[in-house]
């Protein structure tokens, strides 16, 4: 009896464990913040430098990368957004200080970018 509930335990474990890596990142990214608004806000703020939309081939500024190639950055995660963005150390980027809750539609709105595979 007791090997029929672990067994049953380790299932539904793995079930558990694989719907939330199946959820789709746009998904994810969406409990975050509102895209959205992230979109209207980056096109406020961000697009002097930056290409912000999906499809934009060319930054304004040429040293700024385009907010497609930011979200598909190998390894890119909201927590790697949230720390690159709040981060004081940018070379080229003026130290923005963003507000928290644009800060969380931004970074839902960059994750919807990255590509679909």
Same mark, same amino acid.
């Given at each position: 009896?007791?090997?029929?509930?672990?067994?049953?335990?380790?299932?539904?474990?793995?079930?558990? *464990?694989?719907?939330?890596?199946? &959820?789709? #990142?746009?998904?994810? %990214?969406? +409990?975050? !913040? =509102?895209?959205?608004?992230? *979109?209207?806000?980056?096109?406020? &703020?961000? #697009?002097?430098?930056? %290409?912000? +939309?999906? !499809? =934009?081939?060319?930054?304004?500024?040429?040293?700024?990368?385009?907010?497609? #190639?930011?979200?598909?950055?190998?390894?890119?995660?909201?927590?790697?957004?949230?720390?690159?963005?709040?981060?004081?150390?940018?070379?080229?980027?003026?130290?923005?200080?963003?507000?928290?809750?644009?800060?969380?539609?931004?970074?839902?709105?960059?994750?919807?970018?990255?590509?679909?595979?």
């Amino acid at each position: 009896m007791q090997t029929r509930k672990s067994f049953i335990v380790r299932i539904a474990t793995t079930l558990v *464990l694989l719907t939330s890596i199946m &959820v789709p #990142a746009d998904v994810r %990214a969406a +409990e975050v !913040g =509102d895209p959205q608004r992230g *979109l209207v806000y980056a096109k406020k &703020v961000c #697009a002097t430098c930056h %290409a912000v +939309e999906a !499809g =934009d081939m060319f930054s304004p500024e040429m040293l700024a990368p385009t907010f497609t #190639a930011v979200a598909g950055t190998p390894g890119m995660t909201e927590r790697a957004l949230y720390v690159w963005l709040q981060s004081a150390n940018h070379e080229s980027m003026p130290n923005l200080l963003i507000a928290a809750g644009d800060l969380d539609d931004v970074v839902a709105y960059i994750m919807t970018l990255r590509s679909k595979k």
